[in-house]
């Protein structure tokens, strides 16, 4: 039996043969929990919690934050008391798939969202400066912050409850479930997100059926062009995860786990199916499955969304990035999931014929960008990505966590 078979059968695309229900239950074993550091469950657990830096507590939730390829690009500088410098970890590109950084630098600003909403929980004002050196252009990446964030005690300040969706949300790569998105909830989101954008960017959710077939095949033949690429293929292959060795060893990236594979399932696809070795000797048919499973994920999406801005320089980038991280714990909130499908946004040339397509039938203005497309719906939670430790991303080797 040919891999490809055997994932069929046990449920990765939508022709199932047979599918053993223990493959499909739910996991529980890792469902709320995160491979991560211990100093950061230390945080979350609140162990010796009145003792520690502020600015460790609330980065231990910003490291949560949704972010291209899980890549966790993220570096920050303590060196003054009460403020945080962050940087893109310029080691951790996706050259790629997302050659001029956007992506990279919309994950600068889930991060900063997730840290001024946990700012709140423990009772203090996060002020942002972005780019406090200068903003530097969207070809290159200068060595200058994104952004300094000063922390300052405040009684007053209001908790956001967005901050009880932080360890729950996720972004949700399985088939949903055949139920359309209640309207009422479509236009609360829509509404909040929309109300406070003073025109800047819109969020827009699209389910008319005519439209949403023309997303599905373009997020499938978005997918397979970017599978036809034998760099941006192997890009994606670097992180993603084989096994649970590889999630323990290196704490990023992203595997059949997001998808909601049971680690049974998982253990069968990993052992006889699929490993790196193989993967790096036949890229394209890596790839193909990788075109099966969006196939899946589309044909069971009922409603696709967009983030789209008037502008976009590296502080629009970074400010979409804080909305879309509010929009998935707000989504969390209501108890939909939702999950980025990037690949016909990207700026590769091979990408550029079905990206203007793309822009045509969303009627996307000459000077706009469309910085997220994503799909939501209802489905079962699935496992956490994982997440490195708070210490990895602290650029002063001499601070030490207590
Ligand atoms: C800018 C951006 C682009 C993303 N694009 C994709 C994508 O094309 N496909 C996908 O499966 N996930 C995509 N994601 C989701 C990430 O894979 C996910 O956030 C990351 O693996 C961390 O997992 P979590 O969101 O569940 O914490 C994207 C996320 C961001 C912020």
Same mark, same amino acid.
């Given at each position: 039996?040919?891999?490809?078979?055997?994932?069929?059968?046990?449920?990765?695309?939508?022709?199932?043969?047979?599918?053993?229900?223990?493959?499909?239950?739910?996991?529980?074993?890792?469902?709320?929990?995160? *491979?991560?550091?211990?100093?950061?469950? &230390?945080?979350?657990?609140?162990?010796?919690?009145? +003792? /520690? @830096? %502020?600015? #460790? =507590?609330?980065?231990?939730?910003?490291?949560?934050?949704?972010?291209?390829?899980?890549?966790?690009?993220?570096?920050?500088?303590?060196?003054?008391?009460?403020?945080?410098?962050?940087?893109?970890?310029?080691?951790?590109?996706?050259?790629?798939?997302?050659?001029?950084?956007?992506?990279?630098?919309?994950?600068?600003?889930?991060?900063?969202?997730?840290?001024?909403?946990?700012?709140?929980?423990?009772?203090?004002?996060?002020?942002?400066?972005?780019?406090?050196?200068?903003? *530097?252009?969207?070809?290159?990446?200068? &060595?200058?912050?994104?952004?300094?964030?000063?922390? +300052? /005690? @405040? %009684?007053? #300040? =209001?908790?956001?409850?967005?901050?009880?969706?932080?360890?729950?949300?996720?972004?949700?790569?399985?088939?949903?479930?055949?139920?359309?998105?209640?309207?009422?909830?479509?236009?609360?989101?829509?509404?909040?997100?929309?109300?406070?954008?003073?025109?800047?960017?819109?969020?827009?959710?699209?389910?008319?059926?005519?439209?949403?077939?023309?997303?599905?095949?373009?997020?499938?033949?978005?997918?397979?062009?970017?599978?036809?690429?034998?760099?941006?293929?192997?890009?994606?292959?670097?992180?993603?995860?084989?096994? &649970?060795?590889?999630?323990?060893?290196?704490?990023?990236?992203?595997?059949?786990?997001?998808?909601?594979?049971?680690?049974?399932?998982?253990?069968?696809?990993?052992?006889?199916?699929?490993?790196?070795?193989?993967?790096?000797?036949?890229?394209?048919?890596?790839?193909?499955?990788?075109?099966?499973?969006?196939?899946?994920?589309?044909?069971?999406?009922?409603?696709?969304?967009?983030?789209?801005?008037?502008?976009?320089?590296?502080?629009?980038?970074?400010?979409?990035?804080?909305?879309?991280?509010?929009?998935?714990?707000?989504?969390?909130?209501?108890?939909?999931?939702?999950?980025?499908?990037?690949?016909?946004?990207?700026?590769?040339?091979?990408?550029?014929?079905?990206?203007?397509?793309?822009?045509?039938?969303?009627?996307?203005?000459?000077?706009?960008?469309?910085?997220?497309?994503?799909?939501?719906?209802?489905?079962?939670?699935?496992?956490?990505?994982?997440?490195?430790?708070?210490?990895?991303?602290?650029?002063?080797?001499?601070?030490?966590?207590?």
């Amino acid at each position: 039996m040919q891999r490809r078979d055997f994932i069929k059968i046990i449920g990765v695309t939508s022709s199932v043969i047979f599918v053993p229900s223990i493959l499909n239950a739910s996991d529980n074993k890792y469902m709320d929990n995160y *491979y991560c550091d211990d100093d950061v469950l &230390n945080t979350w657990n609140g162990h010796n919690i009145e +003792e /520690k @830096d %502020i600015r #460790i =507590k609330v980065l231990s939730y910003a490291i949560l934050a949704p972010n291209p390829h899980n890549k966790q690009s993220w570096l920050v500088n303590l060196k003054s008391d009460d403020t945080i410098e962050l940087y893109v970890d310029q080691t951790r590109l996706l050259p790629q798939s997302d050659p001029y950084h956007r992506q990279i630098h919309i994950g600068q600003g889930t991060f900063l969202e997730n840290l001024v909403i946990s700012s709140t929980h423990f009772g203090y004002k996060a002020t942002i400066i972005y780019f406090p050196k200068g903003e *530097y252009g969207n070809k290159v990446i200068e &060595n200058k912050p994104i952004a300094s964030i000063t922390l +300052e /005690k @405040d %009684i007053s #300040i =209001k908790k956001d409850k967005l901050f009880d969706s932080i360890l729950k949300r996720h972004s949700n790569k399985r088939e949903y479930e055949d139920k359309i998105v209640d309207l009422d909830q479509m236009t609360e989101l829509e509404n909040t997100v929309n109300n406070i954008s003073n025109d800047d960017y819109s969020l827009k959710f699209e389910n008319n059926e005519e439209m949403i077939s023309s997303f599905r095949k373009i997020a499938v033949n978005a997918m397979e062009i970017e599978s036809a690429n034998l760099k941006a293929n192997l890009e994606t292959i670097e992180m993603f995860r084989f096994n &649970n060795d590889e999630v323990e060893k290196y704490k990023d990236g992203f595997s059949l786990a997001q998808s909601g594979k049971s680690s049974l399932a998982r253990f069968f696809i990993e052992n006889f199916f699929l490993s790196r070795e193989k993967a790096l000797k036949d890229p394209i048919e890596f790839g193909k499955t990788a075109i099966d499973m969006t196939q899946n994920q589309v044909d069971s999406t009922k409603t696709f969304g967009t983030l789209t801005t008037k502008n976009n320089k590296r502080r629009d980038q970074v400010k979409i990035g804080r909305v879309y991280a509010r929009l998935n714990l707000l989504v969390t909130s209501m108890g939909l999931v939702m999950h980025p499908i990037s690949q016909v946004l990207q700026e590769y040339s091979d990408m550029k014929d079905l990206q203007a397509d793309f822009l045509s039938i969303t009627n996307t203005k000459k000077d706009e960008t469309v910085q997220m497309l994503f799909r939501l719906g209802y489905a079962k939670r699935t496992e956490h990505s994982p997440r490195r430790g708070v210490k990895d991303m602290i650029i002063d080797s001499n601070y030490s966590i207590s």
